[in-house]
């Protein structure tokens, strides 16, 4: 299917726009970090700026980039996945641009979580930001937070971002994305229809809303309004309960 490829990383965009507009705000002009440079992290980079947002980093296994122009996106795509080169090679064509190599980061966390933005989408590897990386996001002014990889957070960093009522989007809600489009194809095969990128987006985009819509619900209806791990795991939950009580299974 059309977008399955961007999928991901433009869910985890959408999820975090619906987070903010709950709070009455928009990813418009905000300024963002991301980790990564595979799919998830360059199609969240896309979408980032798609929406008006700004992102100002990412990363690889070698190290983190930093530029506050903005990420050059066609360079960041030539490099990964034309070339299969380091991120390093960025500054070449972009003297403003730095990057930090992993040998520098911090012993209790990683750099591209260490400069000041609005908002983060951790989308590399499972517990990428610690706990140490959340305070220093919450100190820097940090308003957002969407997982675009699986469990990229440890269990000290999400308490942080609870702690600070920032809105948070955890990777079981936010990076759905990529698991709806293969339903979509699925639909698509089954129905012997082709539908165009734009389709497919559109649908994603509803998706995503239905998503943060459940969790958000469901976390104000026990009690803990704007605590989306607490929604996503009840509805999670229930869906399965349900519909083992709908088979007879108990």
Excluded at 98 to 120: E, K, S
Excluded at 127 to 148: F, H
Excluded at 219 to 227: M, Q, R, T
């Amino acid at each position: 299917s059309l977008v399955r490829k961007e999928a991901t990383g433009y869910g985890a965009v959408y999820f975090a726009n619906y987070m903010l507009q709950a709070r009455d705000g928009s990813l418009q002009g905000k300024r963002c970090l991301v980790s990564g440079a595979g799919n998830v992290a360059i199609y969240a980079m896309e979408k980032l700026y798609q929406l008006g947002a700004t992102p100002i980093t990412c990363s690889d296994s070698t190290g983190t980039l930093y530029h506050e122009a903005g990420i050059d996106l066609a360079h960041v795509k030539q490099l990964k996945e034309g070339e299969r080169a380091s991120l390093a090679r960025y500054v070449d064509k972009h003297s403003d641009a730095q990057y930090i190599p992993a040998a520098d980061y911090p012993d209790d966390g990683h750099a591209v979580w260490r400069f000041v933005a609005d908002a983060a989408f951790p989308c590399a590897t499972q517990n990428e930001l610690t706990e140490s990386d959340a305070q220093a996001l919450i100190n820097n002014g940090c308003i957002l937070v969407s997982e675009g990889a699986n469990m990229p957070s440890t269990k000290a960093a999400i308490d942080v971002f609870l702690d600070a009522n920032i809105a948070y989007g955890p990777g079981k809600a936010a990076n759905a994305g990529g698991v709806a489009t293969s339903q979509l194809e699925m639909a698509q095969n089954a129905s012997m229809q082709t539908w165009t990128f734009a389709e497919v987006d559109t649908k994603l985009q509803q998706i995503m809303k239905n998503i943060f819509d459940t969790a958000s619900n469901t976390a104000a209806e026990f009690g803990e309004p704007g605590n989306l791990v607490l929604g996503a795991n009840i509805a999670a939950f229930r869906r399965v309960a349900d519909a083992m009580i709908e088979q007879g299974v108990v």
